[in-house]
Structure formats: C-alpha cells, structure tokens
C-alpha cells in the first residue's frame, strides 16, 4: 500500500497512514470511507483482514473503515446506479448529517461475494495517537444510545430536534426506519449523524411519528433530571399519534431548546482575511471582517442588538469585476444582518426569512447593476456568498455558490454545506456519483450565484446548529477547499483550536499560506468562528406542551374490545357514540299527514330550483391557465392545446407534506388575493406580498379553529416570469383557510426537483 504526498512539488510515497509527509512535513488527506452492505462487515472479517488491498485502491484499515489510497485519482464510472444508493443521492442536501456515496463496487469488484456501497463523510473519527504523535487512529462515532445518557440537557432535546428535522424528507424517501433504528443513529458532541440509511420494510405499513415516540420511550428513564418529566409527555403523545406534523415536533422542541438556553454561557471568537494569491493580478474575493478579530460573550437572558457576523463572498472567476460584485454583497449583507438583532424575535424560521431576503437584497442590487451596464453572458458580474450568524442559541449558516463551511471538532470535520454546482446537481438527480461528477467537464461549473439571475431563481440554503459544545467553524472560498486542503489540513491546524483559547488570526494566517503553497491558483478568502460554551444549571421544563402547535395533553386512548395497551402497536380507537334515533315504532300516531308535508314544503322546493337556475345563468365560464411556464406544471403544455381548468367543485384532501400549484387567479379586478397571514383568522396586512399564479406551495401544518380548516404553507418556488407588483419570495411561509388554498390551486403528484426548490433544502 502507498499514499502519495499531495504536494505538487513533492509527491512522496508513504507506505503506512501518518499525519505528515516525512519527506517535506505537508499534512497528508486520509479519505475515510465506511463500507456498507448486507453482511459485509462479517465477510471482511473472514475474507479481508486488516491490510488488505480492496479493488487495487481500497485498504481496509480497520472494519468498517476502508481508505482510499489514490484519492487525486477519479473512480470507475458507475453504469447503472443501483435503487438502494439513490435516497443516498436525492439526500445530498442533508450534507450536515447524511454521508454521500464515495464509490460502489460489484461484487466482482470487491472480490468479495457482494456488492459494496463506499460512504465518504461517515459518521468517523480522526485523531493522532498520544504515544506516536504521527500515528493516526480511527474510530467510529459513538452511537446515540450510548452517548445519550452523558449528554446534557439541551444536547438530549437537540438530538431529538435533528431526528424530527429529518423525519419528513426520510420518510417521502422511504428510509424514515433509518430514524428507527439505534445503531445508525451517531453523534458528534452535538451534531447528529447518520451511519446508513435502512429503507422501510415493503410489506408493512409506513413508520409513523407514533413509532418515533415509542422508539424514544426506552430513552426518557435516562434523560437528565430537568427535561424528563417533559420528555415522558412527549413521547406519550408522540406514540398516541397526538402532533399533527413533523413540524409541529420541531417548533416544539425549539421551544424547549430556547427555554433551556436560559442557563448556557458561550464565548465567540471570529476572524477572517483574504489573499490575493501568488497567480492572481486582483482579488475578487471579500470578508467580513476583515483582520478585525472580534469576541463577544453571550448570555441566555436576551441577544445583543449587534449580532456576531463571519462573511466570506468569491467574486466568480473569468468575469468582468468580480470584486464590485464581492464587496457589493458584504456591504448590502452587514447592512441588513446587522439590524436583524433589533428584532424581538430571533426564532430559527425568522433568522432563515430574514438570511433569504438579504441574499435577494444583494442578488437585486448586483442584478440591476448588470442590467444598467448592459452586461450579459460572461461579462455580468457575480459572487458566491457564505456567513455564519448567531443568534442565541443558534448559529445559522447561509450558503450560495461554491465557498464552503466546515464544522470540526476536536475529533471530526465535516463540510456542511453543498455546492451550487453542476457535480452536485448531476449527483442530487440521481445521475452520477458525486465523486465521478466532479471529474467530468465542467463540473465544476456554478448552476447559481448572487447577480447572475433573477431573484426568482434563488435558492440559498440556511441551516441551524446549536451552540453548546466546543466547535469551530470554517469558512472559505474555494482558493483554499479545491483539492480536498481542508480536509488535509483540519487536524493538524483546526482541531488544536476546539476548547482553547489560542487566539484565532495566526491560524487565519496559517490557513491562507497552505492554500497559497499547495493551490495557488485563485485568491483565498479564510474565516474562523469559535464556540467555547460554559454551562451552568438551568431551568426544568414543565411536563406539558411548551408551544400551541402542540397537544396541551396526552390523554389515555378509549381500547375497544378485545385490545390492551400492551397488545397491538396502533391501538384501536373506540367510534365515538351517537344519540339514538328514533325507529318507526317510536313515531307519534298523530302526526302531520302527508299531503300536509308535501304542501309545506313546496315553497322552499321552488325557492330551491329558482336559485340553482339562476346560479347556472351567473355561474363564471372556466378560466384558462395562462403564463405558466412547463418547467412548473412539470406536465407537456403543448399537448393540453390551451384547454380551459374548470374550477374546482369539491376540495380534495389536503395533507400535510403534499406539494400544491396556484392555478386560479382571484376576481378580475383583484388578480392578486392570495396571501400568507402569520397566524390562523390574523388579518392579512395590505402590504403583505401576494403568491403568484403558478407559484408552487407545500403544506407542513394544518390546523382547525373554530368550524374552520387552515393550512400552514411554504413557498417553494415562483413561475419565472417578470413581476409586477411585491411577490411572496421563496421561503415565505404563513398560514391561509384550507378552502381557499383548494379553490384557487391544484395539487401535484408527481413533483419535480425544480417544482419543490427551496422546500428540498432543511
């Protein structure tokens, strides 16, 4: 076995796994890879021991953790990608919690009697040994059932908010018992990581949010003292089918987070820089800050009205001022994130809406400029953008273009955000292994930058992870991550960091050289934020539901007959009883006589039979679809040739989780009445925007109040024609009657990619 240097100017073989080159002392890549398959950890054992060559590039270091010997090398192209890899594709976007597929190798690939799937970005550790300093050892994260009972307080209702986040997108993939399964279930301190996915059994009916309850069950004996009551609610009502959603679940949970954030202290440090590079005659790249090291102490009681801010912007290569493009994005972004801390309010949903209107206020502004300068094609210019915002006890990380963020430990890094790219769309599709797309040509390319497009087309992701273990995180153009240098890098420049208090720019510093010795062909841009959380006693949570979108109690289910509650997993409900009605014997002999009964009714017959033709003479004639572009309807417009949508006459059934297309506009004269409210029976303000026809939405909530049905919807995309008037953006999410939302839109299955935009991204 031999692992080359990955410097260019040395390229020394290695014959063992160490942290450095001894040749030249450049940090070395160690690609860890998870082998998963039905059996294959058993065969390997018997077949394959420590130290054997898999498919001349594979050593299995130690079961199950394979390393790639020849990671600058591309793979074996796929054929044909096997059903059970493609969730693992159509997952990528949970790039913070799922591992991508690296390699898979038939049978007679492996040599070992069964296929392989090779996972890259697996739950796995990474540290050097303390007796040989250069000696690198491998471990396996710890799984949830095992660290549960050491983990805190908020780390418990964390892990337990991560799993309710995944849930929905699992389970319209068919691997929700993925969730349900302990062994697959890994964390890293507070992140949570999935080893596998394990796809539902076909025969039985799906998992439900009621098997995620009884499968919590075991683990509230353990819970820490100040959230078990609480968590005994939960889970009763989660197994008694009592949340109406997933999203329910998680608004339920932050709630909880919140409360107990009241006893947490975190330090944060933050600082970046940014280097022209030695081939470069101008940087295009930005930060924010710029070598102005900051850190700031934060409290559970309330936010600081200056929220801490860590920016990186890449003005795109190969077009005209890049760097306007770059320095536009971080002064438009500072200006709007800044006041965001004014608000009273700093819920994850309104940090994500307000991360995606400042991304459109820069995509606007950078677009205008292009379109008053007439510049088009290659010569309008761009940026990609990535930032880190805290807002107790979050940080959020917003994402666009091909600068990255890392999270790393003192034992991990992961990459927890996915290119805007041609590679990771082909892959996202189900077209390629990822690592097989980034070798074709143009790859690399960008499908989306701030100031390209219209904001319509934007889709920056937002994530939210919490603050309450020691961690750092990386941020980065791409002068520093192409050729996998962060991944080479972390652990001997980023994980000393993890729980210390070494000040942040000399490894800035530090950071920008090795990008500049071992790439060298592009500006680097480097930012560092560093969480150092204190932890002191707080409070105890109520046994009860914390937020409305919960059920204020779990009361007991009624057992029919002939069930128990140790019987049958879904317990049968009882039918609710109705008064009984009278039978014939029970009539009054001296009641009205027929004729009498037909003559009373005459009237109201006729008052019936005038209104409905006069109904059919008002009634309007069918309103055609108009303006909305195929790439929406996902169906073959020319074949309908312009038939008319005859409006609907019943409203199907509206579940939550399904995708819906505004088809019907409102009355002539106020084309435009559909609209979000923040709350079921709020008032829509005037100046709310209004959804487009043709804009497509999903249902994540419903709810009745009063004798009414409401629905809580998110808008995933916009029909990309020109607006005329305030739009509700990507994002936007509000609540409208159940009745109107089936009136004025039609339901769609099956869904595109493209129809679901930003509603594929957690």
Avoid at 213 to 239: D, E, F, I, M, N
Avoid at 369 to 381: H, L, P, T, V
Avoid at 602 to 624: C, K, N
Avoid at 704 to 720: E, H, I, S, T, Y
Wanted: net charge neutral; aromatic share 6%.
């Amino acid at each position: 076995m031999v692992i080359y240097c990955t410097n260019p100017t040395c390229r020394a073989g290695i014959s063992q796994p160490v942290g450095r080159c001894p040749a030249c002392q450049t940090p070395l890549l160690h690609r860890l890879l998870l082998a998963v398959g039905d059996g294959v950890a058993k065969e390997l054992e018997a077949a394959r021991p420590t130290g054997t060559l898999v498919a001349k590039r594979y050593l299995v270091w130690k079961h199950p953790v394979w390393l790639d010997t020849r990671p600058d090398q591309p793979i074996a192209a796929v054929d044909t990608i096997p059903p059970e890899v493609m969730p693992y594709l159509r997952l990528s976007s949970f790039i913070q919690h799922i591992p991508r597929p690296y390699d898979y190798l038939p049978s007679a690939t492996s040599g070992l009697g069964r296929d392989v799937l090779l996972l890259e970005a697996a739950p796995l550790s990474l540290t050097q040994s303390a007796t040989a300093p250069e000696a690198m050892q491998v471990q396996v994260l710890p799984a949830l059932s095992q660290a549960w009972a050491g983990g805190t307080a908020l780390q418990q209702i964390n892990w337990l908010r991560q799993i309710a986040l995944l849930w929905p997108a699992l389970a319209e993939e068919k691997v929700a018992s993925t969730l349900l399964a302990p062994e697959t279930l890994r964390v890293d301190h507070a992140l949570l990581r999935v080893a596998r996915l394990v796809g539902d059994p076909p025969q039985n009916p799906p998992p439900t949010l009621a098997s995620l309850g009884r499968c919590w069950q075991p683990w509230v004996a353990q819970a820490q003292p100040t959230v078990q009551a609480y968590l005994g609610w939960l889970t009763t009502a989660l197994s008694q089918g009592s949340f109406p959603s997933a999203l329910a679940l998680v608004l339920e949970l932050e709630e909880a987070i919140q409360t107990l954030a009241a006893g947490l202290t975190v330090t944060v440090e933050w600082d970046a820089d940014t280097d022209q590079g030695p081939s470069r005659s101008r940087n295009e790249d930005a930060c924010f800050p710029h070598r102005q090291a900051q850190k700031q102490v934060l409290l559970g009681k309330g936010n600081p009205e200056s929220l801490p801010l860590l920016l990186v912007c890449d003005g795109i290569g190969g077009h005209e001022q890049g760097n306007v493009a770059s320095q536009t994005a971080i002064q438009v972004l500072t200006t709007a994130l800044q006041s965001l801390g004014q608000q009273g309010d700093l819920s994850p949903s309104t940090v994500a809406q307000g991360l995606h209107q400042a991304m459109v206020q820069v995509n606007t502004a950078i677009a205008s400029r292009n379109n008053d300068e007439q510049r088009s094609a290659r010569a309008r210019m761009g940026t990609t953008a990535v930032l880190a915002l805290v807002h107790f006890p979050y940080v959020s990380v917003a994402h666009l273009g091909d600068s990255r963020a890392y999270r790393v430990s003192d034992r991990t890094a992961y990459q927890i955000t996915l290119d805007d790219d041609v590679a990771s769309r082909e892959a996202r599709l189900g077209y390629a292994l990822y690592q097989e797309a980034t070798h074709m040509a143009g790859g690399g390319a960008l499908v989306q930058a701030l100031g390209i497009h219209d904001s319509a087309h934007l889709y920056p992701t937002v994530q939210h992870f919490l603050v309450d273990d020691p961690c750092v995180l990386l941020l980065c153009s791409d002068g520093l991550s192409d050729y996998d240098r962060v991944e080479a890098l972390w652990l001997h420049v980023l994980a000393p960091l993890v729980g210390h208090s070494d000040p942040l720019p000399p490894t800035v510093q530090r950071l920008i050289q090795w990008a500049n010795e071992l790439n060298g062909h592009d500006n680097a841009t480097v930012g560092l934020m560093r969480f150092l959380p204190q932890a002191t006693p707080g409070p105890t949570l109520p046994a009860h539901a914390l937020t409305s979108l919960a059920p204020a109690a779990a009361p007991p289910p009624r057992e029919t007959p002939g069930t128990s509650a140790s019987g049958p997993a879904m317990t049968t409900l009882a039918a609710p009883t109705t008064p009984p009605q009278p039978g014939p014997a029970s009539r009054r002999k001296g009641g009205w006589p027929w004729w009498a009964l037909v003559a009373g009714a005459l009237p109201t017959l006729l008052l019936v039979a005038g209104a409905g033709w006069a109904y059919s003479r008002w009634r309007p004639q069918p309103v055609a679809l108009q303006g909305v572009s195929p790439w929406l309807l996902g169906v073959d417009t020319e074949a309908l040739g312009g038939s008319a949508l005859a409006p609907m006459s019943t409203a199907p059934a509206i579940a939550v989780g399904t995708f819906w297309q505004r088809s019907v506009a409102g009355l002539a004269s106020q084309p435009d009445l559909l609209s979000l409210s923040s709350a079921p029976a709020a008032p829509v303000p005037p100046s709310q925007p209004a959804i487009p026809v043709g804009s497509i939405l999903k249902v994540v909530d419903q709810r009745r109040v009063g004798n009414q049905d409401w629905v809580f919807l998110q808008v995933c995309a916009l029909p990309p024609s020109p607006a005329t008037a305030p739009q509700a953006q990507p994002g936007r999410q509000g609540w409208i009657r159940a009745s109107t939302l089936a009136a004025q839109a039609t339901r769609l299955n099956p869904v595109t990619p493209n129809q679901r935009g930003v509603c594929s991204i957690p």
